[in-house]
């Protein structure tokens, strides 16, 4: 019984990462919008019906295989930075990953809406959030490093303004037809400043 | 001829004003997604397929509705915020109309995703993308200010970053289902932040 479920549980998670493989490669060749779930299907050669106990909507799709894009991206984002010491350089090679193939930003602006898109009850977005979390700590791991000292205050806020710009500038980069260059010179912009608001923050009075 | 174009301008005009009143009256009351097109055209007293020559979509009703509600709550921001001094409370009073009612929270959500959301070529999301532009400006008025000085530094980047704070800041209120007035908390905490990095941007070297 137990090697039977074992081999189940295997099957199950080699079906998922046929389909988020599938998703991921037809998203990125024909785009979001002209991808069909039957392709999809057909691409990562399992049934329809299959398909849909896996994700029952084109935009689940797109989160599950934009979850693992994402979470590939700042796993290079954080090693990227780690040898780095200007924190607005740092800040900037962290989120650089997400942007690098401008072919793709169409996916990573439909993705993006898709996260911050309602409910969070549905499980491939609640991933999803979970991961914006995780940058949003990594940013604040960058702001509090750049405090050089013990009792930096806490980079709650300003790790979410940046990700906030992080975000808006995203969806601009896309609107705008503009391309990857162009949204890590805003980023970087954006990030000088927030560094600035964070590091000029008045200390807390601390009780000696 | 130029009697009956004035006449039919008008005609026009008030359907217009009738369809975008109904919307507003139907979002508000029901919600966006609870209601359909053809209660709109009901309640705006028009045939359906006239209803369509004004917006092809409900997406582009609530643009249309959203649109004129955006500029209301701008314009009775700017008033409310001129007789205020410190610049992180009069940002906050510029903002407040937008998320006064809190009834209307996830309308406000989906407009602002519809806002941003892709091309910019549809007539209805380019006047919304011209509103955005005039709330930008209307915080880069106040940082401006905020310096005290002739020669302020340009505060296109802590405006930009600001507005990306709102709107990341509405769309998580609305998610995490929160009110308005622990938006105006956030809000306040992130105005906190671009004030004091905009307040602390270097002053370029001026030729003298």
């Known amino acids: 019984m137990a090697a039977e479920n074992a081999r189940r549980e295997r099957n199950k998670a080699q079906?998922?990462?046929?389909?988020?493989?599938?998703?991921?490669?037809?998203?990125?060749t024909q785009g979001f919008a002209a991808t069909t779930t039957a392709q999809i299907a057909e691409e990562a050669d399992v049934s329809h019906g299959t398909l849909f106990r896996y994700a029952a909507t084109k935009a689940e799709l797109l989160l599950m295989a934009g979850n693992?894009?994402?979470?590939?991206?700042?796993?290079?984002?954080r090693t990227a930075c780690e040898t780095i010491?200007?924190?607005?350089?740092?800040l900037t090679a962290l989120v650089?990953?997400?942007?690098a193939d401008t072919l793709s930003l169409e996916n990573l602006a439909a993705?993006?809406?898709?996260?911050?898109d309602g409910s969070p009850d549905?499980?491939?977005r609640a991933e999803a959030l979970r991961l914006v979390d995780e940058l949003i700590a990594a940013i604040a791991d960058i702001l509090r490093d750049a405090?050089?000292?013990?009792?930096?205050?806490?980079?709650?806020?300003?790790?979410?303004a940046?990700?906030?710009?992080?975000?808006?500038?995203?969806?601009?980069?896309?609107r705008e037809r503009l391309d990857g260059s162009a949204f890590i010179h805003d980023f970087r912009e954006h990030a000088t400043l927030v560094v600035r608001g964070y590091l000029t923050t008045p200390r807390e009075r601390t009780s000696s």
Do not use: C
């Open 68 to 77: 693992t894009r994402f979470r590939e991206a700042l796993g290079s984002g």
């Open 111 to 116: 993705y993006q809406r898709n996260v911050l």
């Open 162 to 174: 940046l990700y906030a710009s992080l975000h808006v500038l995203i969806l601009r980069t896309e």
């Open 15 to 28: 079906k998922r990462e046929r389909i988020t493989a599938a998703a991921s490669r037809l998203f990125a």
């Open 85 to 90: 010491d200007d924190p607005v350089e740092r």
């Open 147 to 160: 405090w050089r000292s013990p009792d930096a205050p806490d980079p709650r806020i300003a790790a979410e």
């Open 122 to 124: 549905e499980e491939h």
């Open 96 to 99: 650089s990953p997400m942007t």
